[in-house]
T-cell receptor
Framework: EPEVTQTPSHQVTQMGQEVILRCVPI?????FYWYRQILGQKVEFLVS????????KSEIFDDQFSVERPDGSNFTLKIRSTKLEDSAMYFC????????????FGPGTRLTVL | RKEVEQDPGPFNVPEGATVAFNCTYS??????FFWYRQDCRKEPKLLMS???SGNEDGRFTAQLNRASQYISLLIRDSKLSDSATYLC????????????FGSGTRLLVRP
């Protein structure tokens, strides 16, 4: 069964450093998403991406965040200058063009900012 | 008011028990409804979509009441492996199709 993959599984970084989280969505999916989950809290929407552009972004997704689909398979989330409060699980998700609302999640990247 | 509200639990039940979770959502424009399951420090996994007519998948039954903005999940004959956090999720079907998550209800099934 096809699945969303994410790398790395765990990233430790110093405050102020840039990080890039990588995702490979399911191959025939057209809609891509990033969510995050701070430990003990609910899953929160960050950004959605379709047709090589952002469809919507949340208030969390400020100028420090960016997304890119550099080739036909990868979907990346970059945080330019990490803060302590960016420590969280970051989940990538994707969906087809037909059932846009049925999203499949990757295993997540645990980001720890020291 | 929270967009999606759930009782955090935990619900602690013996194997074989029937357990029900409820969820309310605040935005009447919500169009799609789901239950996801999340194990500790893992990704949310789609358990089932929820339809107005109600739907069943094995031991799991989901119901939607649009008038009351209320969603439920019933688990029959609980198994130890059902222990997890159950997330109520809605989608506005706006331009982004973003999912809005509840905080989850924790279920512990004991032997």
């Amino acid at each position: 069964e096809p699945e969303v993959t994410q790398t790395p599984s765990h990233q430790v970084t110093q405050m102020g450093q840039e990080v890039i989280l990588r995702c490979v969505p399911i191959s025939n999916h057209l809609y891509f998403y990033w969510y995050r989950q701070i430990l003990g809290q609910k899953v929160e929407f960050l950004v959605s991406f379709y047709n090589n552009e952002i469809s919507e972004k949340s208030e969390i997704f400020d100028d420090q965040f960016s997304v890119e689909r550099p080739d036909g398979s990868n979907f990346t989330l970059k945080i330019r200058s990490t803060k302590l409060e960016d420590s969280a699980m970051y989940f990538c998700a994707s969906s087809t063009g037909v059932r846009k609302d049925t999203q499949y999640f990757g295993p997540g990247t645990r980001l720890t900012v020291l | 008011r929270k967009e999606v509200e759930q009782d955090p639990g935990p619900f602690n039940v013996p194997e074989g028990a029937t357990v029900a979770f409820n969820c309310t959502y605040s935005n009447s424009a919500s169009q799609s409804f789901f239950w996801y399951r999340q194990d500790c420090r893992k990704e949310p996994k789609l358990l089932m979509s929820v339809y107005s007519s109600g739907n069943e998948d094995g031991r799991f039954t989901a119901q939607l009441n649009r008038a009351s903005q209320y969603i439920s999940l019933l688990i029959r004959d609980s198994k130890l492996s059902d222990s997890a956090t159950y997330l109520c999720v809605v989608n506005l079907r706006d331009s982004s199709y973003k999912l809005i998550f509840g905080s989850g209800t924790r279920l512990l099934v004991r032997p």
